[in-house]
């Protein structure tokens, strides 16, 4: 009785979600800048798969013996361009979490230093591909 209930549930199981694939919860994030507000946003593989040939966003950290610092860029599709530096340690260990799968959101101030740095490394961005 038990084994027949067994294959019982397995048939059941094989019918109720053999024939379904479940590919999961995409997000494209295109770089978006808003000069006003002082933030840019994107994802590092929405910027790569852009069709035009003008998005990206990323990070460029140092080590030198002064200590450490982070710049951080950013172009959308219309060509408006964002940038802020900070030698924060926090920030400069936030940005060495970037991967080919990250969203990244920054701010600066008028000086254009940066505010915030944010960095998400989910599985629904998009990677970076080719």
């Known amino acids: 009785m038990k084994k ?9 199981a094989t019918l109720g979600f053999g024939g379904t694939a ?13 000069v ?4 840019a946003f994107g994802s590092l593989g929405s910027a790569r798969a852009s069709a035009d040939n003008k998005q990206y966003i990323g990070v460029s950290t140092r080590i030198y013996v002064g ?6 860029y950013a172009e ?4 408006n361009f964002a940038t802020c530096y900070s030698s924060n340690p ?3 260990a936030a940005a060495r979490a ?6 990244v959101l ?25």
């Open 4 to 12: 027949q209930t067994l294959i019982a549930g397995l048939a059941i």
């Open 22 to 34: 479940w590919a999961g919860l995409k997000l494209p994030v295109p770089v978006t800048i808003s």
């Open 36 to 39: 006003a507000a002082r933030t």
């Open 67 to 72: 200590g450490v610092d982070v710049y951080v």
């Open 76 to 79: 959308d599709a219309s060509g």
């Open 90 to 92: 926090g920030f400069v």
């Open 98 to 103: 970037l991967a080919s799968d990250s969203y």
């Open 106 to 130: 920054f701010a600066w101030n008028t000086a254009g230093e940066c505010t915030e740095l944010s960095v998400y490394t989910m599985s629904y961005y998009e990677p970076k591909t080719p």
